[in-house]
């Protein structure tokens, strides 16, 4: 089974411009969700959707947001991009949510 | 709310040798699971072994168990026979069905591994 899978892996941006960020969910796994890690911050839990419903969200601003398809996939979106906004965003899934999720390999985001 | 704590911030092992990672956590939920994930410099966050709750046994994967204790709201990891390839930063998390899908990090503890 193929796993979790984010596109762009790397992305470089300026401070004002949006980025959109896309995750594709192993196969049969209906929720998405998303962190950000810094070296400050750690992973944090930005949000998750579930059968294209943003089921639980995390503490941040509302220049974050995101969206899922009805074949799972989920895509993130950041506009008015700030400096702080450079991170590892890892996207992962599972079945249900609140059990074992899997990890894809992350976006590097870079804001300058 | 729930939280995660990992004492140790960097760890060290010499090749072959069994190391144990330690993690407390906060909750005043019955149902929950726990995690252990690695993630190496390539940065994908790999899960290692899981632990449900309500499951006295301890969690075994090859090499890697755990030391699970509820009461004492303590999960700690041990890799035994450990190889270069174990250097990573290891996280613990915290997850159950009330916080949803959000899984709660500790801050990690960063292993290396000595030939």
């Known amino acids: 089974k193929a796993g979790v899978t984010q596109t762009p892996r790397y992305l470089i941006k300026t401070r004002g411009q949006q980025v959109t960020l896309s995750c594709s969910p192993i196969s049969g796994h209906r929720s998405v969700s998303w962190y950000q890690q810094t070296p400050g911050q750690g992973l944090q839990f930005l949000f998750e959707?579930?059968?294209?419903?943003?089921?639980n969200k995390g503490n941040f601003p509302g220049r974050f947001s995101g969206r899922q398809f009805s074949n799972s996939r989920s895509e993130m979106n950041v506009s008015t991009l700030e400096l702080g906004d450079s991170a590892l965003y890892l996207c992962?899934?599972?079945?249900?949510?609140?059990?074992?999720?899997?990890f894809g390999p992350g976006t590097r985001l870079t804001v300058l | 709310a729930q939280t995660v704590t990992q004492s140790q911030p960097e760890m060290s092992v010499q090749e072959a040798e069994t190391v144990t990672l330690s993690c407390t956590y906060d909750t005043s939920e019955s149902d929950y699971y726990l995690f252990w994930y690695k993630q190496p410099p390539s940065r994908q966050m790999i899960l290692v072994i899981r632990?449900?709750?309500?499951?006295?046994q301890n969690a075994t994967e090859n090499r890697f168990s755990v030391n699970f204790q509820k009461a004492a709201k303590s999960f700690s990891l041990k890799i035994s026979d450990s190889q270069l390839g174990d250097a990573a930063m290891y996280f613990c998390?915290?997850?159950?069905?009330?916080?949803?899908?959000?899984?709660?990090f500790g801050e990690g503890t960063q292993l290396t591994v000595n030939p």
């Open positions: 632990q449900e709750a309500y499951k006295q």
């Open positions: 998390a915290y997850v159950s069905e009330t916080s949803g899908s959000r899984l709660t």
């Open positions: 992962a899934s599972s079945t249900q949510g609140w059990n074992e999720q899997f």
């Open positions: 959707y579930f059968s294209e419903t943003q089921r």
